[in-house]
T-cell receptor
Framework: DAGVIQSPRHEVTEMGQEVTLRCKPISGHNSLFWYRQTMMRGLELLIYFNNNVPIDDSGMPEDRFSAKMPNASFSTLKIQPSEPRDSAVYFC????????????FGQGTRLTVV | AQRVTQPEKLLSVFKGAPVELKCNYSYSGSPELFWYVQYSRQRLQLLLRHISRESIKGFTADLNKGETSFHLKKPFAQEEDSAMYYCALSGGAAGNKLTFGGGTRVLVKP
């Protein structure tokens, strides 16, 4: 398995544009997490899914952010409209179901909104 | 609510010196604690977890439920230990909500 795959690796967009980040979790993993990493706040959990169902989206900053997981092998994080303060590295991670299991991270998407 | 606090943003030590990264947590249930590490230009990866009681790359961490702490220690730091370290807690109603602390950057000087 190639691990968790995120695309694109880098994204530069203008303020106001829609941005879609994509994630392919490891096959067989039941949980998927989206995180945002910044210098000021570290790793913030935005949302996580169990068996494709959103369980906790309390970390999603505002209505401009939305996430979907239409099937077990794909998830998207969308920002519409984007703002400069959304600039960060966005990570996707997946893990097998159950407490205490390791989460495997993707390479991240570095988003720059100008 | 579950929360993880890492009070130090940066730790700078000399090679061969001991290093300790502090982690405190708040959680009402029985948590699972982890340390993750991110080396330069690499993915975030698991370093160790408290249930394994293992030593990885010379690092150990003990869960202290009385002090709600899970500090990471290494007696003799190496230059290759320079990285970003995150303490994490797994819990929540679904059992696997994974929350991270703010991270500590470790710089080991020669």
């Amino acid at each position: 398995d190639a691990g968790v795959i995120q695309s694109p690796r880098h994204e530069v967009t203008e303020m106001g544009q829609e941005v879609t980040l994509r994630c392919k979790p490891i096959s067989g993993h039941n949980s998927l997490f989206w995180y945002r990493q910044t210098m000021m706040r570290g790793l913030e959990l935005l949302i996580y899914f169990n068996n494709n169902v959103p369980i906790d989206d309390s970390g999603m900053p505002e209505d401009r952010f939305s996430a979907k997981m239409p099937n077990a092998s794909f998830s998207t994080l969308k920002i519409q409209p984007s703002e400069p303060r959304d600039s960060a590295v966005y990570f996707c991670a997946s893990s097998p179901r159950g407490r205490g299991t390791e989460a495997f991270f993707g390479q991240g998407t570095r988003l720059t909104v100008v | 609510a579950q929360r993880v606090t890492q009070p130090e943003k940066l730790l700078s030590v000399f090679k061969g010196a001991p290093v300790e990264l502090k982690c405190n947590y708040s959680y009402s249930g029985s948590p699972e604690l982890f340390w993750y590490v991110q080396y330069s230009r690499q993915r975030l990866q698991l370093l160790l977890r408290h249930i394994s009681r293992e030593s990885i790359k010379g690092f150990t961490a003990d869960l202290n439920k009385g002090e709600t702490s899970f500090h990471l220690k290494k007696p003799f730091a190496q230059e290759e230990d320079s990285a970003m370290y995150y303490c994490a807690l797994s819990g929540g109603a679904a059992g696997n909500k994974l929350t991270f602390g703010g991270g500590t950057r470790v710089l080991v000087k020669p």
